[in-house]
């Protein structure tokens, strides 16, 4: 991760490289959460069951198919021990999300990345790279860092052609910023046993720092993946949060909305000010700055904005608060006019 590089005052930066949204999207969060404040002596519902049957109303499907856990990265460490234990393949595109790699090695098992093309995932390639060794295949769609997906069509030729023995891994972190053209994995799920569809709290309902998450998949899977997790793992307010933002989801899809709205904007003005930008579905944007890349991220970071760089390949940029966003088009603007921004 790009560390800050130059002294600026915590109150002068604009954070830019968590993907987090910039407020909470549920106006009286806070008043919601008082009473689950009053229990914070007592130990959570180990198995979160109001929140599981909250997300089952949500998704019409069944309590016994969810799987909640402390962050969808919890959960997928879990799924990747479990279908991959100290041995065998897991296959997943690159660049994409950075734990990736992480939960691999911490299962025993081998990362086997398969490089972007046109930044997003190379389904063919990705086909080809799983043999009898491979356990897991993992898809980020939208996909962090670039922002791109996959549609319903390619997706739909993709998995029939998965063998059972690979558990398919959808992570749709960011799916609520994304069109009607990409995919639904909470539909996926229902034909295909061997699919685990991850969704997250942390980008869309704006509760990234209180750690909670959830999974979709057939119920023998979930079962297993339940009894894996540490018991009491999720907070009593995470859980209360959690079932206020579904309770409170047109609310929270309005402010998606605005999100959205806000990414279409700093598009068209950074490809305004010539930069190469690749169209996004989630709520950050990917600028290919190739060599460029570290320098960039640097020279923002002396002028108090936070990204994301990827050395060599990109800089990754959440949309933030009109303010914030404002601040790094500057930005943009001045080092496009000093270095040339790169080209796709």
């Known amino acids: 991760m790009t560390e800050a590089i130059g002294g600026t005052e915590l109150g002068d930066v604009h954070q830019l490289s968590l993907n987090e949204l910039p407020d909470v999207p549920i106006a009286d969060l806070y008043h919601i959460l008082q009473q689950s404040l009053h229990e914070v002596n007592r130990y959570p519902d180990p198995f979160s069951h109001k929140l599981a049957r909250s997300i089952a109303d949500t998704y019409s499907t069944s309590e016994l198919d969810v799987v909640v856990g402390p962050g969808s990265s919890a959960i997928l460490q879990q799924v990747i021990q479990w279908a991959s234990p100290h041995r065998g393949d897991v296959v997943y595109a690159w660049p994409s999300f950075d734990a990736y790699p992480l939960v691999v090695h911490n299962a025993g098992a081998v990362p086997v990345e398969v490089p972007l093309k046109d930044y997003t995932h190379d389904l063919p390639r ?34 029939r052609e998965i063998p059972d023995h690979v558990v398919v891994v959808l992570d749709e972190a960011y799916r609520e910023f994304a ?18 569809v991850l969704r997250s709290f942390s980008k869309s309902y704006g509760l990234a720092g209180l750690r909670i998450g959830f999974a979709l998949a057939h119920r023998d899977v979930a079962r297993t993946l339940r009894g894996r997790l540490l018991p ?14 579904l309770e409170h989801r047109p609310e929270v899809l309005r402010h998606t909305a605005r999100v959205i ?54 800089v990754r940029v959440t949309v933030g608060d009109i303010k914030s966003n404002d601040v790094f088009l500057q930005f943009a603007e001045r080092f496009a006019e000093k270095a040339g921004p790169a080209e796709v």
Not at 128 to 142: K, Q, W
Not at 179 to 194: F, I, K, M, Q, V
Not at 235 to 242: H, L, P, Q
């Open 232 to 245: 009491f793992s999720v907070s009593t307010v995470a859980e209360a949060a959690a079932r206020a933002a």
């Open 126 to 159: 990705i086909l080809d790279s799983i043999t009898g060794d491979t356990r897991a295949v993992i898809l980020c769609n939208p996909n962090n860092p670039t922002g791109t997906t996959v549609d319903t069509a390619g997706m739909l030729a993709f998995l």
């Open 261 to 314: 709205a806000e990414r279409e904007r700093m598009t068209q003005e950074l490809r305004d000010q010539s930069w190469a930008v690749v169209p996004s579905e989630a709520n950050f944007l990917w600028l290919p700055t190739g060599s460029q890349s570290d320098e960039f991220a640097a020279e923002a970071a002396r002028n108090g904005i936070m990204v994301r760089s990827w050395k060599d390949q990109g």
């Open 179 to 196: 069109g009607a053209h990409t995919p639904d994995g909470c539909e996926l799920y229902r034909d295909l046993p061997n699919m685990v």
